[in-house]
């Protein structure tokens, strides 16, 4: 229905019976912002201090290395700021030193003997708790003394038990009629010595990993199988360590991380010696820089630069693979 009005000026004009339109706004009215806007300056805001925690403990620190081992950084040119632009001479200075095929075939076993064990004893350990027997929570308690102690005292311990002279193995293998080990400063014994004490203290943390994952596996499938004849052996075999792979693959990149850049159980315990029996490509980084009587910081920091790059290999390795076991 339509209705005809008459204005003031006799033109007739023409509305709809429901009313007249929406208003117009209002000359001063305020625009409210999409709602798209809205939330993409919400979430800015909470991604903020993440990002500026990244930009100040992670993009700078490395920045800073990459610039440090491009120029001669000694300890003049380190207070005035002004060093020469050395480029990759740094970087070819660590290649062609004679410490680099010991530091790196050093690092590689320090790395995967102590993996190794750790994970391994973790996991035995792991799959004995899990059992919840009576006093299972004290002695996983003892069992994380060796995580709970500051490195510094720890192998100030394993220094003192692998001693020479008065340390308490020594004491035991000659008890039981065997000759006495210079541990410590013998080349052929260093190495092991430190492993020995890496390894010590690194099961703690795979035991508290994997325990953890074992509490995600159901207690049907160990039901199912026990009723179907399975041995331990194979419900280990086939149920355990099936389920347990996501979790074993982080604490294997994890574990990996860590141990290619332990230095302060291994200064402690041997500086790198004698010689360069335990000489690791990290304990090698910090003697160039604080170890000598003449710090230099540019062939320290190439060094750290080259371990950033092993451990960001085998971070996109991880992912990869982690990537394809997720689509099959």
Known sequence: MTTTSVDTTGRASHGSAAG???????????????????????????????????????????WRNVELSVHDYTVRAFVQGDPEFAGFSKYAEVFGSGSFGTAVVNTALFTVVSIVFQYSIGLALAVFFRGNFRLSGVLRALFLVPWLLPLIVSSSTWAWMLNSENGIVNSVIEAFGGEQINWLTS???????????????????????????????????????????????????????PLLRPVSAITLLLGFIYTLKVVDVIWIM???????????????????????????????????????????VFGFVHLRVQRIGGRS
Do not use: C, K, M
Request: proline letters at 10%; zero cysteines; charged letters at 10%.
């Open 187 to 241: 080349p052929d014994t260093a190495l092991i010595a430190v492993i020995i004490a890496n390894i010590w203290l690194g099961i703690p943390f795979n035991l508290v990993i994997l325990y953890a994952g074992l509490q995600q596996v159901p207690p049907e499938l160990y039901e199912a199988a026990s009723l179907d004849g399975a041995s331990a052996r194979a419900q280990f075999w086939h149920i355990t360590l």
């Open 20 to 62: 007249p339109g929406p208003a117009a706004p209002a000359p001063g009215a305020r625009r409210r912002q999409p709602r798209g806007t809205a939330r993409q300056w919400t979430a800015f805001g909470f991604a903020a201090p993440l990002i500026a925690y990244l930009l100040v403990f992670y993009a700078y620190p490395l």
């Open 270 to 312: 041997t500086t790198g010696g004698p010689g360069n029996a335990s000489l690791t490509l990290a304990v090698w980084s910090y003697r160039e820089a604080f170890g000598t009587g003449q710090p230099d910081f540019s062939p320290a920091a190439a060094i750290g630069n080259l371990l950033i790059v092993i451990a960001l």
